[in-house]
């Protein structure tokens, strides 16, 4: 949307002039406290016509819409006893002044039990009613299912999931069509031959982790993804020359990321002081850190605690405790800073069979919210300072 007319109305003066979508809501709900939902509203665009999201100030105050005056009627409408609800991906693109006239409900996407309860009360129903495919005909197993969902479709929400579905029912309609089956069952053996390969076919490079490789945790678009940290010594270490170490950063980081490393080395160097002065590893080595995978940008401060850990780790020469998932910002001074993302981090940490997550002591609240089903079986640390941390993934050197 790009004309402010679109909202105040037209002026009568112009042929084809009509109110604006406001009050043709008005008039044909046939009351005046409906609810009118704009979806997408970060999408605004701003044109020769003029800025909607201006128009849109004086629609949401509720200090100013009591008296809206749509340019066609050219009389004040009350419409502060309507309920707007706007929808938006992203809230950076929202104007600040028209931000700051809304209450923000942050909406999470589903989880996989989440999207296979959708899937098989509305998705294959709907499906199944669209290619005129019954029950009867093809049935499509919870197993199979469960890897659909979380080989193919990790997205937030359920169109992908869903356009997989129909494709299924798709096939199953034409291979009943030709007479090579009688009636279908799609299980995890077959389910390639109807949506092909997988695109998600792993999600952990490390099956044990070695000295200088950390798991952290990642908020993506599709949800919450595991993130290795890999470090490793670029050349032999000469401690005779006394030569000044120095780190090399790849991995397609941003520039927040960038400087979170710079903080994890410093915070590294004058830890491992504080517990082993003799190791001179960090302040003498020239290291080389890595974030797989390569092509993937990735910025954000919540890898602190992660970095550290694994400089740390290879200084020491020493593995981690294994099956051990973190995040969380870290300070200079060695304090664990909250992050978001918990519960979309929570769950990918349990796929991959993590069985001990670490989290920001401030984050505590976000991961109390969070249902049963996602928190069971797993031991969750809150740390408030890295020396925490250390005496949770290095149990015997604490």
Request: proline share 5%.
């Amino acid at each position: 949307m790009s004309d402010v007319a679109e909202i105040k109305g037209h002026r009568r003066t112009y042929i084809g002039a009509m109110p604006g979508k406001i009050i043709q809501s008005l008039k044909k709900t046939k009351t005046e406290n409906p609810l009118i939902l704009m979806d997408e509203v970060d999408k605004m665009g701003r044109g020769w016509q003029g800025d909607p999201s201006s128009a849109l100030l004086e629609l949401l105050d509720p200090e100013q819409n009591s008296n809206f005056l749509d340019h066609y009627l050219d009389v004040p409408v009350d419409l502060s006893k309507v309920l707007f609800i706007t929808t938006a991906n992203v809230t950076d693109t929202i104007p600040e002044p028209l931000r700051d006239r809304m209450e923000m409900i942050d909406i999470s996407g589903y989880v996989a039990e989440e999207k296979l309860a959708i899937a098989e009360k509305y998705l294959v129903p709907q499906a199944q009613n669209l290619s005129g495919v019954g029950a009867e005909k093809l049935v499509i197993s919870a197993d199979a299912m469960t890897i659909l969902i979380k080989q193919y479709c990790r997205e937030s929400g359920v169109r992908h999931l869903q356009k997989q579905i129909e494709k299924i029912h798709r096939k199953a309609a034409y291979k009943l069509v030709e007479g090579e089956s009688s009636k279908i069952t799609v299980s995890p053996e077959n389910l390639p031959d109807f949506v092909g390969k997988a695109l998600f076919t792993h999600d952990r490079l490390y099956d044990m982790m070695p000295p200088g490789v950390v798991m952290g945790l990642a908020w993506t678009s599709m949800g919450g993804s595991t993130l290795f940290i890999e470090t490793t010594l670029k050349r032999p270490l000469d401690l005779e020359t006394k030569e000044s170490g120095s780190l090399e950063i790849t991995g397609h980081l941003g520039d927040v990321m960038k400087e979170s490393t710079q903080i994890a080395y410093t915070v590294s160097k004058s830890f491992l002081m504080e517990v082993d002065a003799s190791n001179q590893f960090l302040h003498h080595g020239h290291i080389h850190l890595h974030v797989p995978e390569g092509a993937t940008p990735k910025d954000g401060p919540s890898a602190g605690c992660t970095i550290v850990t694994a400089l740390l780790s290879l200084a020491k020469g020493m593995p981690i405790r294994q099956n051990v998932a973190m995040t969380g910002e870290v300070s200079l001074t060695g304090k664990v800073l909250p992050v978001g993302g918990i519960k979309e981090k929570t769950i990918a940490a349990k796929r991959v069979g993590v069985n001990c997550i670490i989290l920001p002591s401030e984050n505590r609240k976000d991961y109390s919210d969070l249902p049963a089903f996602i928190t069971d079986g797993l031991e969750v640390h809150f740390v408030e300072k890295y020396r925490e941390v250390y005496d949770i993934v290095f149990p015997n050197n604490s």
